[in-house]
Structure formats: C-alpha cells, structure tokens
C-alpha cells in the first residue's frame, strides 16, 4: 500500500507547477540578481515580479514584502527589528502560551535581556480572550504577537479584534500566518497588522523560503548585515529560485482557498464519521474549537494510548501523522499548546495530529480512520 500523509501542517510535497517555475533559476537565468551585467539584471526582472505578483494577490505594496528563509526567520526577524527599532524604553511584549516556538524562543531570549513579556492564555478550545489581551496592554508595551491559525489545534484567533485594539493603543501588532496562508483568505492591508510572517512550504512551495509582511508604517532594524539586499533590511544574495518557487504557490493555491478548505473539511467529516462508526464517539475526543478553526488541522486524542504508540503504530501501517508537539531525545514532550488549553492528562498525552491536504483523497481517509480502529481495539486489547 502507497503511504497516506496526512502530515501536511508540518510540511506539503512541492506543487509541479512550483517545481517548473524554479528551475529555470537554477539553470538559464543563474545570474547574481545584484549583479549589474545581463545575467544579473535578468535574474532582478524576475525577482521583480515575483515581488509584484505576491503583493498583488496578498494586497500589499512589493516594498512591504521582505524575503526570508521561511517563518521562522521572519518571526525572529519581526520581533528583534521591531523593538531595536523604537527609541522609547519600552520593555514589554504580550503574546500567548500557544505560539509557535519560532514566537516562544525569541520572547524568552528577549526576557534574558530584561523584556517582560505576558504570556496570556487560553481556554480549552485553544482562544484567547480579546479581553485578556486589552487587560495585559501597559504603558510600556511595545509589541504585541499572537499568531492567526494555531499549528496543533488549528484554532483561528480573532486577529481583526486584536489588531483594533493593538491600533487604538499604537502598539505595533505581529501576526505569524504561517499556517493561515492558503487556508483562509488573506488581505493584509484590509487587516489590522503591522507585520505577518509567512512561510512557503506549508503551501505547496519549496522549504526554506518565507516572507514577512512589514507595513510601510513600521520601522524595523535589520538583523542580518552584509549587504543592501531587500531594501538594506535582509543582506544576503536572494533565494531567487525558492522564491519563484514561494510566488507560484501563491499565484496557483491563493485562488483555491475556499475549495480547498471545502474538500478539507469533507476528509475530515470522513474521519470522524469512520472514527464513531469503528470505535463510538465516547472513544475520543477532538481538540480544539467546534467552528473558528481550520477543517485540514484535526487533533484527536484517544486516552488509554500513548501518542507514541499510536504514532508508531500508524507508521508501521504507512500513515504518517504527527504528534504537534516536539521529539527530544527520542521522547515526545507534552504538547505546550495541549497543556496551556488545559485539557486532562490522558488527554493531552494521547493526542495526534492528522493534517490533511489536496493529495488526500476520500479513500486515503477511511483507510487511515480504519487502520486507526484497528490499532486503538489491538492496543486496548478489544
Ligand atoms: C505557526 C508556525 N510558525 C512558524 C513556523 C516555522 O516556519 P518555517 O518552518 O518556515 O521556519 C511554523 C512551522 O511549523 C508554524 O507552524
């Protein structure tokens, strides 16, 4: 049997049409896009209107889109430039307990140099409150960074309540949309946001490669120095190959949101639907919220078994999933997002993530749901 991924909120296969519209930066237009000869300006066309392009369909200026190695640089990028740009003494940051660790990690560098930074957290459906984060803005809050689609959960985060509030306040307001890109629609300057970090591999693009999105209101300090690259605010030769690559997905899946949620949210009535019929719905439980989250994200926890165990037997049966949360040292930590949400422990120790993606097919889905039944009666021993 052909393995079934079902892993796509880690990372999605390269689309071909992204694949065909790299290759020629690799082969025929190899030029140093700073290079000033023919082979250069050549090669600074294309990244021109790769630029463009992206802009258009993401509805920002070309010049508010700085290229990166992906979200995690871009998360990096926005919280250190942001707040080495301000020249008030303000020390205090607000984002959530269920961030991405590319979030987590730079605000817990930032505390060991003297920021404070509020940590708001969340219900058991994996929201926060728009009140809890009015209640934790201070005088000295100088950037506010909570993400729009949650990787584990998928729970969608009222970032337009956010951003008004971050507005009225003058706070500069972050938003990691790296698994919100191809799964929801996405106007940036209809959304109240100063910076978005996006990322190209959880959508059909090549890895590696991201952006951030930076309002032309903000002011940020470049954190790579050694050239004049994207605007002097990332030096470093461009990726020009994976951002063809970045701008074709964009160009191909942008316009397929709706339908591609649609079959999404399909594939995972599937599963659930497989799930009651082969175990009885008392047999697991689903995390995160009802209606405001993506349909491809569906974590389930089957208390009684190990996320380990499950996961290693659904890879003997050639289904891949995850576990959402990190391997270290060859055994997985409690999810952060799980616990944060404050589920009971059979639960959180329980959970795996299915992500599912335009591969997928019907079939594919009650396979995995039976192969799934199959394992949790074996490991229950009925
Ligand atoms: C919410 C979120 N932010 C940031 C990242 C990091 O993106 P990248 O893999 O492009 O560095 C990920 C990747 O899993 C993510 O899910």
């Known amino acids: 049997m052909n393995p079934i991924y079902l892993d796509h909120a880690a990372t999605t296969p390269v689309h071909p049409d992204v694949l065909e519209a790299m290759l020629p930066f690799y082969t025929a237009f190899f030029g140093n896009p700073s290079s000033t000869h023919s082979f250069g300006r ?201 951002i063809a690559g970045f701008a074709k997905a964009v160009e191909v899946l942008l316009p397929q949101v709706e339908t591609l949620q649609e079959k999404a949210s399909e594939l995972r009535q599937t599963m659930i639907h497989v799930l009651e019929q082969q175990l009885g719905s008392e047999r697991f439980t689903i995390n995160g919220h009802k209606e405001q989250s993506v349909p491809h994200i569906l974590n389930i926890s089957f208390p009684g078994i190990s996320t380990e165990t499950l996961l290693m037997n659904l890879d003997l049966e050639n289904v891949a ?5 990190a391997c270290t040292s060859g055994s997985l930590e409690v999810s952060h997002v799980l616990q944060a949400m404050k589920l009971p422990e059979n639960v959180t120790a329980s959970a795996v993530r299915f992500s599912f993606g335009m591969g997928n097919s019907k079939e594919q889905i009650e396979t995995a749901a039976q192969k799934i039944a199959t394992i949790v009666h074996r490991l229950r021993n009925n």
């Open 42 to 242: 050549a090669t600074r066309t294309a990244l021109n209107r790769f630029r463009d392009a992206m802009a258009k369909s993401l509805g920002c200026l070309p010049a508010e889109l700085i290229f990166t190695s992906g979200g995690t640089e871009s998360n990096n990028m926005a919280i250190f430039g942001v707040l080495h740009a301000s020249k008030d003494d303000k020390k205090h940051i607000i984002t959530t307990q269920i961030e991405h660790h590319a979030v987590l990690h730079p605000c817990e560098r930032l505390e060991g140099l003297g920021y404070e930074v509020t940590y708001l957290p969340v219900g058991p459906t994996g929201l926060i409150q728009i009140e809890d984060v009015a209640a934790a803005v201070r005088p000295d809050t100088a950037l506010i960074s909570i993400m729009y689609v949650n990787n584990e959960v998928g729970t969608i985060q009222p970032i337009e309540q956010i951003g008004e509030l971050a507005r009225a306040k003058q706070i500069p307001f972050h938003v990691d949309a790296v698994q919100a890109l191809g799964k929801l629609p996405l106007n940036l300057h209809e959304l109240p946001v100063d910076m978005v970090s996006l990322s190209a591999h959880k959508l059909y693009g090549p890895k590696g490669v991201g952006a951030l999105y930076v309002s032309k209101h903000t002011k940020l300090t470049p954190h790579v120095y050694g050239g004049s690259q994207e605007r002097k605010r990332r030096a470093g030769t461009e990726n020009v190959a994976a």
């Open 321 to 325: 999933a995850a576990s959402g949360s």
